[in-house]
């Protein structure tokens, strides 16, 4: 028997694509928000994701709420790829290169403070920052108990650079070989060529 028209089938194929355009004012919002700022009109983020300005606000009811989706969901990206990188069975130093790289790669989805994006006191959004930030903290002390990461280098330092290189230059071309290359580049410079420990663990 067929479902009737309006039954469950038919309100999960309305929730999917609510989904998906939910998804793609959130893509189209953070490439909008990079280009043009904070300012940047609600109807201009509508007609880059192919929806109605109804649709937008359906969703997100005021600039400040699209703007603290999008970095909360930054900082689920930036969470997510310090997890994968602490997981790896590598040496620390592969593990921060992975997370550059995996940060290359989301760059056009990043809308955070350090790209002028607003700054949050969302509890939710500022847990996962703290815990990225951990997770980062324990991949960099790890080489550096282990002698193979310089004992100065900090998780700053590594959270600076990453959002450098999320933010592509706009006359460069290729941006993405372009950071690849300043990762490596700054990589042999965080590793500690006297191969001695940290002294002080």
Partial sequence: MSEKRGGPGRRRELRRDAIDNRDRVLTA???????????????????????????????????DALLGALTHRSFQLV????????ALDKPPIERIRFFLEQTIEHGSDL????????TTSD?????????????????LERGQRNGTIRTEVTRADIVTFGALLAQGLPHVPDWKSTA????????????NRTGRPDPDT
């Fill in 29 to 63: 919002a953070a490439a909008a928000v990079r280009r043009e700022g904070t300012a940047v009109p609600m109807a201009t983020i509508a007609a880059d994701a192919g929806v109605g300005v109804g649709t937008v606000y359906r969703h997100y009811p005021s600039r």
């Fill in 79 to 86: 969470l997510e790829t310090a997890r994968r990188a602490a």
């Fill in 111 to 118: 809308v955070l403070p350090m790209h002028g994006g607003p």
């Fill in 123 to 139: 509890q939710a959004t500022v847990a996962l920052r703290n815990e990225a930030h951990r997770t980062l903290d324990s991949i």
């Fill in 180 to 191: 690849r290359r300043h990762a490596d580049i700054y990589l042999a410079g965080l590793l």
